[in-house]
């Protein structure tokens, strides 16, 4: 069973940088598109960047040259590298993993971003 395990998160002033993880725990199945959500207080969650298995990568403009998106398949880990992090991305990061077509979430992870 596919149980995602996510890690890396924390407390950091404005320009700083964090790198989230995120794990398949069982790291047994070909894990196909992986993705990184976020939803902050009284907000919807939203898509931040996702990454298919072959390697191709989508990021949204609000991250885009500050945040970068990468995977080991023979691992079955994804990372989310944040740079020059701004109050705004304060929120709780959330893996996703797709596999035979069935959608499957990290437990979360928060990120705090001070002024």
């Known amino acids: 069973q596919v149980q995602l395990v996510e890690s890396g998160g924390g407390l950091v002033q404005a320009g700083g940088s964090l790198r989230l993880a995120c794990s398949d725990s069982?790291?047994?199945?070909?894990?196909?598109?992986m993705a990184w959500y976020r939803q902050a207080p009284g907000k919807q969650r939203e898509l931040v960047a996702s990454i298919t298995r072959g390697g191709s990568s989508y990021s949204t403009d609000s991250v885009k040259g500050r945040f970068a998106i990468s995977r080991d398949n023979a691992k079955n880990t994804m990372w989310l590298q944040m740079n020059s992090l701004e109050p705004e991305d304060t929120a709780v990061y959330y893996c996703?993993?797709?596999?035979?077509?069935?959608?499957?979430w990290g437990q979360g992870t928060q990120v705090t971003v001070s002024s």
């Open positions: 996703n993993a797709k596999y035979l077509g069935s959608d499957y």
């Open positions: 069982d790291n047994r199945f070909p894990l196909s598109t």
